[in-house]
């Protein structure tokens, strides 16, 4: 059975998604290895700064798969997996096809190069979404051919830089993204909105953003923490666009340890941060529309509340949806 290359990388993709946001400083990335019949062996992903890379982890997961040796799988560090591999492998993975949305880095840093493990493996045949353009990392794809793999680049090329583009943004400048919850009436008000599992994800991206801004009436209206605590995180810097420079100091955000807050009038702060998150409703999807590169949205299946988005007129690309619980979870950009 042949089955066209487009439905694995895709299938990379998807998995890669489930952790944008998550994995600053470092891109997120998705990786399918597939074995001699077609059939999917592993699909796995990068999931934080620090983890190992998406082929190493999907590689770990694909050597159980053809060796029932479960003893990879107590293995957490990548360099550690790394080695089992190298030593173990047994031309177990001879045969196989690997998929990965970026070209297998080159470098070695906090990580072992991800080209040189699978070159190592006796893989014959890459494919590539998107070719990495972060000069440290780069170089991958040469590395595999100089040990005789083939690699296939610009597999689902548009969809690969869509799930890279938040990387290469904050890499060259900075990423800024817009993250509303709303019910299925385009209401933004009147209390909690996601479900736990959401929130949870909003609180571990803040995690690893460098400044969240949000509007002053938000500030005074509904007093928020703004933090962390539910991944026990830390919290990001804060930035409040207001006319009005005074605040109750009692309100929760102010009192958080180790973060600084500013109330400003405009955005021009932004330029001193990397990974940006804007939390907000209609009047600051308005004002930010000119700095925002994407917009996450969660989708509570209910109704209720009073306002929110209902006289708001976009049109926008869907990037990716995911379902979580009772939420549906869309990254997406503004048509232009």
Known sequence: ????????MNLALKEAWKYQG????????????????NELLAINA?????????????????????????????????CDIHRFLLKKHN??????????????CSHIGKTPSCASLISALGIKKVFVGFDDINDEASGGNEILKKNGVDVQTSVLKKESEDLITPFNRFNQEKFVFFKWAQRLNGSTDAGIIS???SRISVHAMRDVCDLLVIGGNTVRVDRPTLDARLVNGKAPDILIISREKEFDKSIPLFDVNGRKVFIEDNFS?????????????????????????YYLLYLASKMGGNSG??????KFEILNILQ?????????????
């Open 22 to 37: 998550l994995t600053y400083p470092n891109p997120a990335v998705g990786c399918c290895v597939i074995g001699v019949n």
């Open 324 to 336: 979580e619980e009772q939420d549906i979870i869309m990254w997406m950009k503004r048509e232009l």
């Open 269 to 293: 702060l932004l330029d001193n941060y990397k990974n940006i998150m804007i939390e907000g409703s209609s009047k600051m999807f308005e004002l930010t529309k000119e700095i925002v590169d």
């Open 195 to 197: 479900s736990k599992k």
């Open 91 to 104: 031309n177990c993975f001879e045969k196989t096809l690997l998929y990965t949305t970026l070209e297998p």
């Open 46 to 78: 990068h999931r934080k700064a620090g983890a190992p890379h998406a082929e190493v982890m999907a590689l770990q997961d694909a050597y159980f798969k053809l060796t029932n040796d479960s003893t990879i799988l107590d293995l957490t560090a990548s």
């Open 309 to 314: 988005f209902e006289k708001v007129e976009e």
């Open 1 to 8: 059975m042949v089955v066209d290359s487009d439905f694995f």
